[in-house]
């Protein structure tokens, strides 16, 4: 009987976890499925879509806790592509993709001096 008790106490916490957990929202539009994660502060955490097949699909982007971007990118069939940027501090990272495999890497930190042709 204390073991009965105890496993239903366990999964009633369980159960309550579960629900404190906001949900992601999903949009349909057209082929696309448009999601949106969100930390557990109610600050979204994550954009982006899937194809038909459920497959990461164009841009997503992403957020820390705060609020502040954190990595924007692109994918196609679930595969990273093209230039994707990740912030890190005062720190920006650009990294190539081909079919998900690592192209290159530049990093630019605040003391980067950068030219603009105008």
Known sequence: MKKIVILL???CVG???AQDKIQPKLEKKGDI???TYF???GKVQQTGAFDTNGKLHGEWTSFD???NKVSIGN???GKKVGKWFFWEGDSLKEVDY???KIVSVNKWD???KVAVNR
């Open 98 to 100: 081909i079919d998900s």
């Open 39 to 41: 930390h557990e502060n």
């Open 110 to 112: 605040n003391k980067t």
């Open 75 to 77: 994918y196609e069939a």
């Open 15 to 17: 159960f309550s976890y």
């Open 9 to 11: 106490v366990m999964l």
């Open 65 to 67: 806790a705060e609020g």
């Open 33 to 35: 499925t448009i999601a």
